[in-house]
């Protein structure tokens, strides 16, 4: 309790951390909130094409091409969003921890041999890597997610591996092994919790980044077709980007923001997730 | 408040009612009335517990309090007549090193670990005086063999991590003595090190100052070795000094509860068993206390064995129990 | 080197080897290491920085696997053999009746977990499925140790460093071991809160029937606490012994420079302040010295001392030393 409290003391100190976690919190509230605020279906056609953020009422942030609402759109496309982006990090912070605790703890010829594949993830630059798994096989939102965190897993990979083997050498790890402890539950009882405030701020970090992949594959248009995101929205709106810049333009900002948002909160849980760096200079 | 500095004339740095801490909205105090005064070719010892506040009052001396969590609050650092709390700028940096020097507990961290030996005592030297190239690395050299290195021009070529410790830590006196200083103040110089190594690093010290008539200030919590080394011992608890005086005297008749706690605390010749049943040592019980949550009344009165009811109303204050020999303990005298 | 041996020793180790790499280098931190504690003795182990006692202490855990030799406790074998990447479990018996306690009361209790849970945890390891029996037991460990069981739900942090210890203290103990390994248990600690801990762990070894490995550097206190001392200098032993007989009669050169480089006892009153006996610094454990590993600073140094390399031999009873000229 006493430790949570401080935590959170620690964290409102830091008001750029603040604001982040703020966009966070409205940017799940309106997904979460899309269906009431803006029912209906978002590839509905529902009025006029091109229509100008306030130049009609009922779409305060205009219409696309066709006519769907941007407002819809923008609302319905944050949970796709910010589904890609917590699935991804989740998947890869998943198979990441796992690999990298066992490459830490074990080290030998199971470090080297999953080092080498962390490597052969990391050669191809990830964006380009995205775009051929989600080519290679049909894009929806599973590939999407799958291919996103097969290339963000070797990060977090070597950050927990790092972590462990410096956590491993610690006495109460070795305590633990002189009271019987087997090596699976020293992992996840003894080392991963002390690895986890990096993990928690990098994870974080992979749901702006896989934020920002989606769109850009969707840009490319290598999107799930059946859904509305809002990289799927700036890629519709590409083709006018001349004569009607805002369909772009506020799909775009959304991300931006959301982006930003997450950035800051993870740099705020990274501060006060390590007191001991912050304290001395205080 | 000073018992002893009306009785010695060569007073090198005089510290008065030193206090350190934190002023403002989370004041604390670290360090509260600290006195004492070092003398040319004397060694104090100051000896106390972790968190004592030892450190702290090393630092302040010279001015190398980590500001702005801790800072001079009040009292006086005089050295040579001059007020050292005063000073600025080169004038400071003068004192530093070049009348007061210090060496600190952990050799390896204070090297620089990409320069070698030799180029680390030449700038040393360069600081404090202006010679040609041949003249200072003949001074690095002489400065090498100062501490008893051995094969000096070899080891001014090493670099630090390929030294032992032992040797470490006697390239840092090397470069404390770069400058000639008139005071040494050592912070836990051997706590780091062997057994074997630390009786020659002290050695190397007391010869230094045999050789310069420094004044040494000592900062250690092994009594052995304030027996072995120091003429005057001041003892620190929470901040405080508690006891004060020549070393025979406090180690000998020790008049203050925690002194004798520690003398006793020590496993020591009578109470070697081989074998049979040990015989209990003596503890003090409890723990020290933390600076933000300190006794009212006598801060050791929580662990002391003979604290009375006034004990934890009043503060007492050092007072003489013999020649130069101060206690702050309402019991003091009746414990004779 | 056989001691006096009656029945079974409580552990027997027999020519150990434990290798360490150092800068890619591999050598032999602990080299040729033979002793055996008897059940009720506190078995003193002294040396400095880097002779191997943590070494030593850590293979008999298991924690570092030997190249050679082998350990037995209560006559069963528990060498760690080879570097296999995954270390077997030791069976139950073995893990009750061997515990250690750590030189760094901090470092060896994680930071995460409450004081109960650390010293619940080996109980829930071996299989003591009870949760209100092992709540029992973890309440009166810390009431053994001098803490009481309403500490249970704090971390680490909040405690000072001899409280720590007793926390350590308390969770050897939770499975009511028969040796407990203590390596520098008081050094980390205040010089008051030493003699608590020392006091604890006498009122034990008494009331629990413990028997220990004493590790320490520091004379006075090993002294005080052995009853029987190994010395050890660059991974071997150098010489053994009875305490009175080694504190006053020792043999090895390196045996009394260490004990006349001890600080000198406070209380003694005045004294003439002698020079310490110069020994120079100690070699790395990497490259050893050839013959004797000591010649590099022994007085007594000859010839032989360089090119052949001392036995360990029986001098006295149950006293050995390794110098050709002792
Ligand atoms: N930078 C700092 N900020 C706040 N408090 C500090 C700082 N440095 C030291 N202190 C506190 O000041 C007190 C005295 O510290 P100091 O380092 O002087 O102790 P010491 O007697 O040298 O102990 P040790 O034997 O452990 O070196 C301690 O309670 C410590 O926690
Ligand atoms: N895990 C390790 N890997 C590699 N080398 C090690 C390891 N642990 C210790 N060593 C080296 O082995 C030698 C013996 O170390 P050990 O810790 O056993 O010494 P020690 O006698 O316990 O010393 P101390 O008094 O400093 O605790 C040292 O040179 C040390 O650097
Ligand atoms: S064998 Fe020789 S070098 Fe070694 S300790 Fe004995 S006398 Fe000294
Ligand atoms: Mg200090
Ligand atoms: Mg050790």
Redesign the interface.
Known sequence: MA?SFAFARRYKRNIPAVIGLGIVILVLLLAVLAPVLRPGDPWAITGQPYLWPGQDARFPLGTDVLGRDILSGILHGASVSLFIGVASAVVAGLLGTALGAISGY?????DDVLMRIAEAFQTVPSFLQALIIVALFTPSSITIVAAISAISWPGVARLVRAETKRVRS???V??????????L?IIA??IL??CLAPLIVTVSVIVASAILIEAGLSFLGFGDPTQLSWGTMISIGRGTLRSAWYMSAIPGLAILVTVLGINLASEGLNDALNPHLRERL? | MNIHTSLFDEQILEVENLQLGRSGSRAFSLVNGVSFSLKAGKTLALVGESGSGKSLTALSVLRLLPEP?VRVLGGSIRFEGRDLLSLNGPDLRDVRGGGIAMIFQEPLSALNPVMSIGNQLREAVRAHEKLDRKATDKRVIELLELVRMPDPERVAREFPHRLSGGMRQRVLIAMAMAGRPRVLIADEPTTALDVTVQAEVLDTLRGLQDKFGLAILLITHDLGLVADYASDVAVMYAGRIVEHGPVHEVLGSPFHPYTRGLLNARPHAGQIACGGVRPRLTEITGSVPNPLDMPSGCPFWPRCPVATGACQLRRPSLSPVGINHAAACFKAEALT | MNMIAPATPLLDVRNLVVPHRKDGHAFNAVDDVSFSLQPGETLGLVGESGCGKSTLA?AI???YPSSSGNISFKGADITTKG?S???P??S?DI?RG???V???PL???????TIGRIVE??LI??GVRNRAARRAKVGEMLTRVGLGPDVMDR?PHEFSGGQRQRI?IA?ALS?TPELIICDEPVSALDLSVQAQVLNLLNDLQVDLKLSYLFISHDIAVLRYMASRVIVMYLGKIVEAGPADVLWNAARHPYTKALIAAAPGDPTAGPRARPNKVTLGDIPSPVDRPHGCSFHTRCALRQSRCVETEPALRRVGPGHFVACHFA
Do not use: H, K
């Not at chain 1, 074990?106 to 199971?110: A, E, F, N």
């Not at chain 3, 470092?107 to 977990?113: D, E, G, T, V, Y």
């Open positions: 430790r074990y080290g030998g010829w199971i610690a006495d109460f070795s305590a633990c092994y002189t009271f019987g402890m087997g090596n539950r009882s003894q919790p002390n205080s | 969590s | 850590r855990m298991g924690l570097s990447l995954f270390r479990r030791r139950r893990t061997l515990q250690m750590f030189q760094d470092l060896s209790l994680n930071p995460r977990a945890e080996p390891v071996n971390l350590g969770r499975l």
